[in-house]
Every structure is written in C-alpha cells, then in structure tokens.
C-alpha cells in the first residue's frame, strides 16, 4: 500500500509517498480502505518529532480516517465487508489501508459525504469527551481559545446548541466574524488582553469551563478566567508545556485543572468516546443543529501542502487529504 512516510523529523518537505507494507486486521479489529485523513495539529507535531505514537502504534501519521470496511478481524460483529465507516486512530490514517480497533469505529453521519466525515471525528471526540470530563451541564458558561480552528468551530456550535454562553479568542477579525457566524456570544481578539475582556464580559464573574491549547503561557490567565467551581481543561501545549500554578487562585475558586490526551486513552475509553459522538453528535449533524466545518480538501500528493496551509496561521475550519 502507500502511505506518507516522514523521512528525518523537520518540515513539511519531510513526507514523501512511499510503498509500504500492507496491514491486516487482527483479532477485533477492523482493515479500512481509506478514503479520506483528517489532518490534525497534532500531525505537525508528529512530523517535527516532538509527538512520537504510542508503543506499538504505527507510525505512519494520521488520527482519524473515512473509508470502506475492506476486512474485517475475529471476533468482530456488527460489520460487513463495504460498510462505510469512521475511525478514530492512535496513528496509521495517511495510508491507503488502515487497521482499527472495532471500538474506535462508527457509521458516519448520514448525508455527509465520505471525505468530510473524515474531517468530523477527532474534534467532536476530543470535545465531547472533555466535557463529560469535567462534568460540564447545559446551560453552563464556556470559553475555547481559537474558536476558528478544527477544535474551537466545533466546540463554539456544540456548547451553543447546548443552551451554554460561549465565550472564544482568535486571531484576527475574519476569524472573530467566523467564531460569530458559528455562534460564539463573545469573540476577542487574543492579542489584547484577552484576560480583562472576560473578566468584563462575565460581569467579574468568570467561565465555568475553559478549553485550552495554549498551555503554560496562559496557565495564569486561564485560572484567572475560571468562576466558582470552574474547570481549566488543557488539551494543547501550543504556549508551552511548563507554566506557574498559583494554588491560592484555584483554593479561593475551589477550581480544577486537567490536562487530557485522547490519543494516549485506552482503547476502552476511545470505544466509549466513539460511541458517545455517534449516539449525540451524529444526530445534531443530521438534523443542521450544527454546521458542517468549512473544510479544504488536500490530494493525497499535495500532503505537504496541507501542512503548510494548517502551519501558515491563515487555515480555519479543518483540512482534509484526499486518499
Ligand atoms: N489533547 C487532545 O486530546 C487533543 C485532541 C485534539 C486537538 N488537541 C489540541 O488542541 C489544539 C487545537 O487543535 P485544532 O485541531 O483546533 O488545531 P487548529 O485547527 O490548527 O487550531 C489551532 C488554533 O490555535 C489558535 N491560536 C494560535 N495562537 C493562539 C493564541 N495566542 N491564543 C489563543 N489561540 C491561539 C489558532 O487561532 P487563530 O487561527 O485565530 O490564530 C487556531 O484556532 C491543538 O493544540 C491540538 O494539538 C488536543
């Protein structure tokens, strides 16, 4: 099969298309031929060496994928060969075949298009996840940097649509119009003091949950923007990984910090998340409770290029490649 391989950890002129061996589903798992790849931040970091798979994960990257049951392994119900089929990966989706656990796979959304689905997974997962983490209720307050990203567009329309007020940061004012359009109640600009405009905005009050990045560099911030009982969730590192917790700010809030990883979940969380996107997520799709991502499509050759667009900081909605 191809697939994109890194050749010396660097830029993007380090994946190449090269032949590799096939892969063949083992017991409870599902062989995918792909159809599509989402690209994920996490890949750019995967390609600079600084996010290496978990052991005994391939390491071809790519976290999510859409395509065709092409074989399916012992043990597994519920699939037949020629089903469309989503999957959340822990590595291997920039290839023509990929191989899944059964737990991580789900029917895509009906009326969305393969390539798009492949784009719909990882984000919803990641947030759905987050939240329940967190214990997070209708109704809630939330603030998510980068609202114009893969992470931020989605958990904007998600939480409105759960009845929450939502408050996101981006980059510039095309970007703040786009978190408007996707329902944010509250857009600012992360080159101000973002911190300030919160405090304002929420009556001096705080959010009650905040999804992060950024890390250590609004560490600080973050705790500062936080309510009574609010939840800091950091699931990026973009600002750095080590940062200065005053724990008197999070005493006085009886305030909680997390940090998570989908991608180092065991299996049997990943099958549990996977099952809650489709059983909740799926369905707001279908009915148009919340919008498709605006989405750039990518030729499996032109990968290089789908990083360069996800790193140039001009990308918003998600990017796909193309298998
Ligand atoms: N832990 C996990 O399980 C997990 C899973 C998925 C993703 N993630 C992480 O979540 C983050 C978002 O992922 P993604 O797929 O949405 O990536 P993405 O589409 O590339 O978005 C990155 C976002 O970062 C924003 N950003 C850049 N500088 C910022 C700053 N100074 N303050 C606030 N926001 C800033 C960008 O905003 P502008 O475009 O407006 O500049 C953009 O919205 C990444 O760090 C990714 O690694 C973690």
């Known amino acids: ?59 071809v990257i790519g976290l999510e994928v859409s395509g065709r049951v092409e074989a399916i392994g012992e043990g597994v119900t519920g699939w037949a060969v020629g089903d469309d089929v989503v999957a959340l990966l822990a590595g291997g989706g920039y290839a ?16 969305v298009d393969l390539v798009t689905a492949a784009g719909l997974l990882e984000v919803a997962a990641t947030v759905v996840s987050n939240l329940q983490r967190v214990g997070y209720t209708d109704g809630e307050s939330f603030l998510v940097h980068g609202g114009a990203g893969g992470i931020g567009a989605f958990a904007i329309q998600y939480v409105s649509a759960r009845g929450g007020r939502v408050l996101t940061t981006a980059g510039t004012a095309e970007k703040l119009d786009q978190c408007r359009a996707l329902g944010a109640d509250v857009a600012i600009d992360y080159h101000a003091d973002w911190a300030a405009a919160v405090q304002e905005a929420t009556g001096g009050r705080g959010v ?10 609004y560490l600080e911030a973050n705790v500062a923007s936080l309510a009574y009982r609010g939840r800091l969730i950091v699931i990026g590192m973009q600002g750095g990984r080590k940062g200065t917790l005053d724990l008197s700010a999070l005493l006085s809030k009886n305030a909680l910090v997390t940090a998570t990883s989908l991608r180092f979940s065991p299996l049997e969380r990943k099958a549990e998340v996977v099952g809650m996107v489709a059983a909740e997520v799926w369905p707001m799709y279908e009915a148009g409770r919340i919008q498709l991502p605006t989405e750039t499509r990518f030729a499996f050759e032109d990968v290089r290029a789908s990083h360069e667009w996800l790193e140039s900081g001009s990308a918003s909605g998600k990017a796909v490649l193309v298998v």
């Not at 009650?208 to 560099?217: E, I, Q, S, T």
């Open 1 to 59: 099969m191809r697939a994109v391989v890194v050749t010396e950890p660097g830029g993007p002129e380090q994946l190449t298309i090269a032949e590799v061996p096939d892969v063949t589903a083992g017991p409870g798992e599902l062989l995918v031929r792909v159809v599509a790849a989402g690209v994920n931040r996490a890949d750019l970091l995967q390609r600079q060496g600084h996010y290496p798979p978990p052991p005994g994960i391939s390491d």
């Open 96 to 111: 023509e075949l990929a191989v899944v656990p059964a737990g991580q796979c789900c029917r895509p959304p009906s009326g």
């Open 208 to 217: 009650d949950v905040l999804l992060d990045n950024m890390g250590a560099k």
